[in-house]
């Protein structure tokens, strides 16, 4: 699937855990409720702000991620596309750190390995192990 902007979905790590916003704490689960739940918005100049299920923004404030309320620079991130996987890697606009999972830990580094690249899907049956 592309990961179009105003669209509401999941992001899915290769582990197949998911992006969460749990009442205001950022992490992974298995889950594919609410609490998963993301929407991408365009940004301007190539980047999108990564909006919770709450509202709140994805934001990279050295090298740490946090919840936001605002539209800050530091909440600006660059998607950047493998169409042969139908993955994609969600890079800081600030620092160019990709966003990763690690033993079921959300990380910002500058690899781009398997644990660096999500999906995108809107549900649980568009989600499949090779494509999303």
């Known amino acids: 699937c592309e990961m179009n902007t105003g669209r509401q979905g999941f992001l899915v790590a290769w582990t197949v855990n998911k992006l969460e916003d749990r009442s205001g704490t950022l992490g992974l689960h298995q889950d594919w409720g609410e609490y998963q739940k993301w929407?991408?918005?365009d940004a301007g100049q190539g980047m999108v702000y990564i909006i919770s299920h709450r509202g709140k923004k994805l934001q990279d404030v050295w090298n740490n991620l946090h919840l936001v309320d605002d539209y800050h620079v530091w909440a600006r991130w660059y998607i950047l596309p493998s169409p042969?996987?139908?993955?994609?890697?969600?890079?800081?606009a600030?620092?160019?750190?990709?966003?990763?999972?690690?033993?079921g830990n959300l990380r910002l580094t500058d690899q781009k390995t398997q644990r660096e690249w999500w999906a995108f899907t809107a549900q649980q049956n568009d989600y499949g192990s090779a494509s999303s």
Not at 84 to 92: M, T, V, W
């Open 84 to 92: 042969a996987l139908n993955r994609y890697l969600i890079c800081s």
């Open 39 to 41: 929407k991408v918005e």
């Open 94 to 103: 600030r620092t160019n750190l990709c966003l990763g999972e690690n033993g």
